[in-house]
């Protein structure tokens, strides 16, 4: 609908619902309106695909400072957005908004449509020299923290850090061009925020 934008809301005991929104009312805590939500890069629509796909949630905040973002911890030590799979029965912007739940605590407001994508190499042998590189398709979407809970993964350590500071955290102990994708979501996540 022209004039009217959905988000995702992450509740307390709920997972998400949508709610739609009129053009000049504010979601942002600075007071500022939203504009309608476009899509830059819509998940594919075929079911076969969501095997080889993951959602993430690019978690932020607004503060006097500026814009601050939320990464969690990989299992192996590395910064990143909370991500996982899509399970079965869920939207795409559920589905990141369950991962945000999870793994970083995170009560607030997920944009329904992704706003960028970012492709993910997963080793899929790692004991022999052969292995191959499996490509996943990871469908980002803005989420506007309200509160944050205690975690339900552990060892997840969820903190804020500011555009520069995300931006150099995720790119530590990456491929440079793996580093530069996920630099990038910020980048694009920065702009879309201004854009409000």
């Not at 022209?2 to 709610?19: D, T, W």
């Not at 805590?29 to 998940?43: E, H, L, W």
């Not at 905040?61 to 601050?68: K, L, T």
């Not at 960028?116 to 990871?138: E, F, L, P, Q, W």
């Amino acid at each position: 609908m022209i004039g009217e934008s959905n988000y995702a809301l992450v509740e307390p005991g709920r997972i998400v619902h949508s709610a739609v929104m009129k053009d000049g009312e504010s979601r942002l805590t600075t007071g500022r309106s939203r504009v309608p939500i476009a899509k830059f890069f819509p998940p594919p629509k075929s079911s076969k695909l969501r095997g080889c796909e993951q959602v993430a949630a690019t978690c932020y905040r607004i503060r006097g400072s500026g814009i601050e973002f939320l990464l969690i911890r990989t299992r192996g030590g590395r910064w990143t957005f909370p991500k996982g799979g899509i399970e079965p029965g869920l939207t795409y912007a559920q589905a990141a908004a369950l991962e945000a739940f999870e793994e970083a605590g995170v009560h607030g407001r997920m944009e329904d449509e992704s706003f960028t994508h970012y492709v993910r190499r997963k080793r899929t042998d790692m004991r022999t020299s052969a292995g191959s590189d499996d490509k996943i398709v990871v469908n980002a979407h803005l989420c506007e923290v309200l509160r944050l809970g205690p975690p339900q993964e552990s060892n997840r350590n969820p903190t804020w850090f500011s555009v520069q500071k995300a931006k150099n955290r995720l790119q530590q102990d990456r491929k440079s061009d793996n580093g530069a994708q996920l630099a990038h979501v910020i980048d694009l996540a920065v702009a879309r925020i201004q854009r409000f």
